[in-house]
C-alpha cells in the first residue's frame, strides 16, 4: 500500500513525492502518462548527441532563495543569462526593448536620458487601461507595438491584443540602459547536467516507485493508496463536467543542422515572419560543444498538449467552478500549472509544490505568504505572474525606470 500517488511527474508531482519520502517517510507511487519524467521541462540527448529540451526552451530562473537552495541539492548549476532578438525590418535587435533597440532600429544615438523622452513622445495617453493593445501602446507608442509585440501575440495567441484582456501582458519592459538580458532575477542558471538528471536525482529515493507510461486510471482501484496528489488537467479530473478549458498549443520542430552555431543568439523572435513564434539553438542554454548544432521551432496552435491557459475572464469563471469542486475533493490535493490553471514558470511551481507539501504534513517548514489570488505561495517570488507573450517579452519585467525588478514568464 502506497501513502501517496502522485499523479504527473513534472516540478510539481516530483517535488511533493522527494518530500514525503525523504523528510516524511513516506510511500509514494509517481505515475505518468509520458514515457518520462521530468513533465514539460524534460531534456534529453538526440540522435546527434546534442542536449535538447522536448517541449521548448526551459530556462531556470528565480528571485527566491528557498527555491534555488532546495533544487541545489539535486544539481549543480552552470550559470546562464538569457539574451533574446527579435527580428524587425530586416535587423535582429534586444528584446526587452532597451537603449540599443531603440538606436539600432531607427539609426539614433540617443542617450539613456533622451531615449526615455522619447518613450514618454511616443507614449500613447490613455485613460483607461483595458486591452493587452492598450498596455503596449501606452508604454511604447502604436510604432514599437506594431513592430515588436502585435503580430507575435496574434500567433502566439491565435487573437489580436486589442481582444486579449490587460492582464496578458501585464507590463512592458522598457529599459533606458543598455541591459540586454531577457531576466533580471537574482538567481540565473541552468542545471548543469540538464533537467531530466535532476529529476532522476530527486526520485531516486527507496520510497519512490515510479510508473511511466501510464493513466492513473488505469490502476486506481487496482493498486491500493491513501492520498492523491494531482498535477493533470483539473477538468480533465472530473470529466469535463463543466466544459473543457481552453488551452494555447505549440508545435515543436526539431531540427540538427551540420554547421557549429546556427544564430546570434540563444533565442531569436520572429514577430512579423514565418508561422513560428521563435527559434531556439539550445547549445547556448546548455554549453554543450558540439560540431553539429540543434534547434527547435516553435508553432503555436489551438489543439494539443495543453501548455498555455487562456486568460480570458470566462475560462476564469469556468475554472472557479472546477476548484470549488477540487477544494471539497477529499484526499486530492491539486497543484501545479495543469491542475490548477495557471501558467507558472518553474520556481513557481516547486514552491507551490514546497508549500502545499507543508500544508499536508502540517508543519510549515517555510514561511507561507499567500500570493496570486490567495492560491499560490510566495518564497521570495515576484508577484508577478507569469504569462506567455509577446509574453516573452512581458517575463523580462520593469520597475520602469530602466531597472528591470522581477521574474516573469518564459
Ligand atoms: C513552451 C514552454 C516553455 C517554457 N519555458 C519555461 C522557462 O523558460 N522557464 C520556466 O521557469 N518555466 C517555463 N515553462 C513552464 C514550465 O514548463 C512549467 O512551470 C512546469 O513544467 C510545470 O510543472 P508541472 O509539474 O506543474 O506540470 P507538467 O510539467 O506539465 O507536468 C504534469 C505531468 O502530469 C502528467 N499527467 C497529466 N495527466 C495525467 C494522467 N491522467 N495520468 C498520469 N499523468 C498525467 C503529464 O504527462 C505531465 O508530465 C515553459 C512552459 C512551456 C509550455
Not at 500567433?155 to 484582456?165: R, T
Request: charged content about 20%.
Amino acid at each position: 500500500m502506497f501513502d501517496y500517488l502522485i499523479v504527473g511527474a513534472g516540478f510539481a508531482g516530483s517535488v511533493i513525492a522527494e518530500r514525503l519520502a525523504s523528510e516524511a517517510g513516506k510511500k509514494v507511487l509517481i505515475i505518468d502518462t509520458r514515457n518520462h519524467i521530468g513533465g514539460n521541462a524534460y531534456d534529453c540527448y538526440d540522435n546527434h548527441g546534442i542536449l535538447i529540451h522536448k517541449y521548448g526552451p526551459h530556462i531556470f530562473h528565480t528571485n527566491s532563495r528557498p527555491v534555488f537552495e532546495y533544487l541545489s541539492k539535486f544539481t549543480e548549476w552552470r550559470p546562464y543569462e538569457h539574451r533574446v532578438l527579435a527580428s524587425v525590418d530586416g535587423q535582429l535587435l534586444p528584446i526587452p526593448i532597451n537603449l540599443n533597440t531603440v538606436n539600432k532600429l531607427y539609426g539614433l544615438n540617443l542617450t539613456s536620458f533622451e531615449v526615455k523622452d522619447f518613450f514618454t513622445k511616443v507614449a500613447e495617453q490613455m485613460s483607461y487601461i483595458r486591452t493587452s493593445e492598450d498596455v503596449v501602446v501606452s508604454k511604447v507608442g502604436r510604432e514599437l507595438y506594431e513592430k515588436f509585440f502585435r503580430n507575435y501575440t496574434r500567433k502566439q495567441w491565435g487573437m489580436d491584443p486589442s481582444e486579449l484582456d490587460k492582464s496578458v501582458i501585464a507590463r512592458v519592459p522598457t529599459r533606458t540602459n543598455r541591459d540586454d538580458r531577457y531576466f533580471t532575477d537574482t538567481y540565473q542558471a541552468m542545471p548543469l547536467h540538464g533537467y531530466t538528471r535532476m529529476f532522476e536525482k530527486m526520485l531516486s529515493h527507496p520510497n519512490i516507485k515510479i510508473m511511466l507510461n501510464t493513466d492513473y486510471r488505469e490502476i486506481e482501484g487496482i493498486i491500493p493508496y491513501g492520498e492523491m496528489i494531482y498535477t493533470g488537467p483539473v477538468d480533465s479530473y472530473f470529466n469535463y463536467c463543466y466544459g473543457k478549458l481552453p488551452y494555447r498549443s505549440l508545435e515543436f520542430k526539431h531540427e540538427t543542422l551540420n554547421v557549429p552555431v546556427h544564430q546570434q543568439a540563444p533565442v531569436v523572435n520572429y514577430p512579423n515572419e514565418h508561422l513560428y513564434t521563435r527559434c531556439t539553438e539550445f547549445k547556448y542554454l546548455t554549453g554543450q560543444e558540439h560540431q553539429k548544432t540543434s534547434v527547435v521551432y516553435e508553432y503555436p496552435q489551438a489543439e494539443g498538449d495543453p501548455y498555455y491557459p487562456v486568460p480570458r475572464p470566462e475560462n476564469a469563471e469556468i475554472y472557479k467552478k472546477y476548484k470549488a469542486l477540487a477544494d471539497a475533493t477529499p484526499g486530492v490535493h491539486f497543484v501545479g500549472r495543469l491542475a490548477t490553471y495557471r501558467y507558472y514558470n518553474m520556481d513557481q511551481v516547486v514552491a507551490q509544490a514546497l508549500t502545499t507539501y507543508s500544508q499536508i504534513v502540517t508543519k510549515p517548514t517555510i514561511e507561507l505568504v499567500s500570493d496570486l489570488n490567495g492560491s499560490s505561495p510566495n518564497l521570495g517570488l515576484d508577484k508577478a505572474v507569469d504569462r506567455p507573450l509577446p509574453l516573452e517579452i512581458a517575463s523580462a519585467s520593469s520597475n520602469g525606470n530602466g531597472t528591470a525588478k522581477s521574474p516573469a514568464v518564459s
